[in-house]
């Protein structure tokens, strides 16, 4: 019951800084799960599963594109994720590394997740280079994720 008690006390504060590290299970491309705990990449954004875009005349499932991505990157290796806050879903908000790789940023290196500026400026820099390689998203056409969640589609 303590445990239980404790754990509530955490997760209702706005700021609790935690070190998870672990075997990681990807929810999508912007969400895994270490230990139990749901943890939403800090200052990225990624397609939604269900979301498509177009490359070369052609959809492409880029939400589920950007999902294998994060597999492939985190593979069966340990994850490190370093966060101090929580989202409205009660996901802790992290970096997360491989050894010392940084997952969140190699995501937006691949074109595969934009930098969330609403959140975070930390990406954007990853993000301008992956546009101008025309990377990922950037060699096609794409709804950003956040406009695609409000109802925006491609035509």
Not at 103 to 121: C, D, E, H, P, T
């Amino acid at each position: 019951m303590k445990w239980t008690y404790g754990f509530l006390l955490v997760m209702l504060c706005t700021a609790a800084y935690a070190d998870v590290v672990g075997h990681a299970r990807v929810v999508d491309g912007d969400t895994i799960e270490v230990n139990r705990i749901r943890i939403r990449l800090n200052g990225i954004d990624t397609p939604e599963s269900l979301q498509t875009c177009k490359r070369n005349g052609s959809i492409w499932a880029c939400g589920r594109e950007a999902t294998k991505m994060a597999e492939r990157l985190i593979g069966d290796r340990k994850v490190r994720c370093i966060g101090d806050s929580y989202d409205r879903y009660r996901r802790l908000i992290a970096d997360c590394f491989v050894h010392d790789i940084n997952i969140n940023a190699m995501l937006v290196k691949l074109g595969m997740a934009l930098a969330y500026r609403q959140y975070s400026m930390e990406y954007v820099a990853a993000e301008e280079m992956a546009r101008q390689e025309k990377l990922g998203l950037w060699s096609g056409e794409f709804i950003a994720p956040w406009a695609w969640r409000r109802g925006e589609r491609l035509p």
